[in-house]
């Protein structure tokens, strides 16, 4: 009998453990299935694409319904989708690659960089970050339908909510703020000389391998872009139009789930910035009373089970979006609509908790 080598034992330990992995993906086939067909039932309405992954390789990836019901074109994980509010952690990225860079700090006045923002010696880039600035949300301005339409300079977009009253004092508390993302996006531009979208394209995009991301547009050729909806009473009707200057760093940004793990990869693996910048982004902080909340430099810190998770949803007209990245077993789900009228963000976290207990089995 021959002696059992080194080498024999690596290979047969290999293919145990793809045997292994492709056990579990079958596994969490079903299960993950019916969820997601528990709301996106009918293959003839606006669908979805969702992604399971480990160690940055695919464990699951399905579509389903219409990217396109006027040509009845099926879905597929190809398909492109507007990310909405998922935006916010390119944008936070970018802010901490410029400190990397030695061109600002997250504790800097705004002041420094908009000399006439009021009271902005007082509100810093980590409070843009962190959502507690205080200063008033655009998008609960009764005026926002005004210029919901009209392509908007960032200065102007700024100019638009910068003199309505504060609801708080910086960091007092922590409310989630759209204006506060416009606001760092502007400063990305400012410091960087850059437009936000050539920033985010040559800083990000284009060092992750994201090939099929983009700054969002209603008027250039995307291609295999998926097309968003409304449900009424009467039906499905396509998405209400506005100029994407207006969300702009908050909520600008299309992607495909494929793209979207190039970009979690690129973060794990600190393709784009260090290990101790980009720790900035997932730490939880303080506000004035000493009082922790859940919120990095754009994402939400909470868990399952216990486990430590990083989250973000998006919506945007026509379009809704959720990531849960867990840190510990490096597992990171996604999921995208093509309607409003559907949420991803409770499926999404329902998957990852599954795909938790299907490894404790």
Not at 153 to 180: C, H, L, R, T
Not at 332 to 347: A, K, L, M, Q, R
């Amino acid at each position: 009998m021959q002696p059992i080598t080194k080498s024999a034992c690596l290979a047969t330990l290999l293919l145990f453990q793809i045997f292994y992995s492709q056990k579990i993906s079958k596994k969490l086939e079903y299960k993950i299935d019916s969820t997601i067909l528990s709301e996106f039932k009918d293959k003839d309405e606006p669908g979805g694409v969702f992604m399971v992954a480990q160690k940055g390789k695919n464990l699951y990836r399905k579509a389903f319904g219409k990217a396109n019901l006027e040509l009845e074109v099926n879905m597929t994980p190809d398909h492109v989708f507007q990310i909405g509010s998922m935006t916010k952690q390119f944008t936070a990225i970018s802010i901490l690659i410029l400190e990397e860079q030695g061109k600002l700090n997250v504790n800097d006045p705004i002041s420094k960089y908009i000399k006439d923002y009021p009271s902005g010696d007082k509100i810093t880039i980590h409070h843009l970050l962190t959502h507690t600035s205080g200063i008033k949300d655009f998008t609960k301005m009764k005026t926002l339908s005004s210029i919901a339409q009209k392509d908007m300079k960032p200065e102007i977009m700024v100019d638009f909510f910068k003199n309505e009253p504060v609801d708080f004092a910086p960091g007092e508390k922590f409310e989630y703020n759209n204006s506060g993302y416009v606001v760092l996006g502007y400063i990305i531009e400012l410091i960087s000389g850059d437009s936000y979208e050539s920033f985010i394209k040559k800083n990000i995009f284009e060092k992750a391998g994201m090939t099929h991301s983009y700054y969002a547009t209603d008027r250039q050729i995307v291609p295999k872009r998926a097309y968003g909806y409304h449900k009424k009473e009467s039906g499905y009707v396509n998405k209400t139009m506005i100029s994407f200057s207006i969300p702009f760093s908050s909520g600008s940004l299309m992607s495909t789930v494929d793209d979207m793990l190039k970009w979690q990869n690129a973060l794990s693996q600190n393709t784009l910035l260090t290990s101790i910048e980009s720790q900035k982004a997932f730490q939880k902080y303080t506000l004035n009373n000493g009082e922790k909340f859940t919120y990095g430099y754009g994402w939400h810190l909470k868990d399952i089970n216990g486990i430590s998770t990083r989250e973000h949803g998006g919506s945007i007209f026509g379009f809704k979006s959720m990531g849960v990245y867990i840190p510990e077993q490096d597992i990171y789900v996604i999921g995208f609509s093509n309607c409003d009228c559907h949420s991803p963000t409770e499926i999404t976290r329902n998957i990852a908790k599954m795909v938790l207990e299907n490894m404790k089995n």
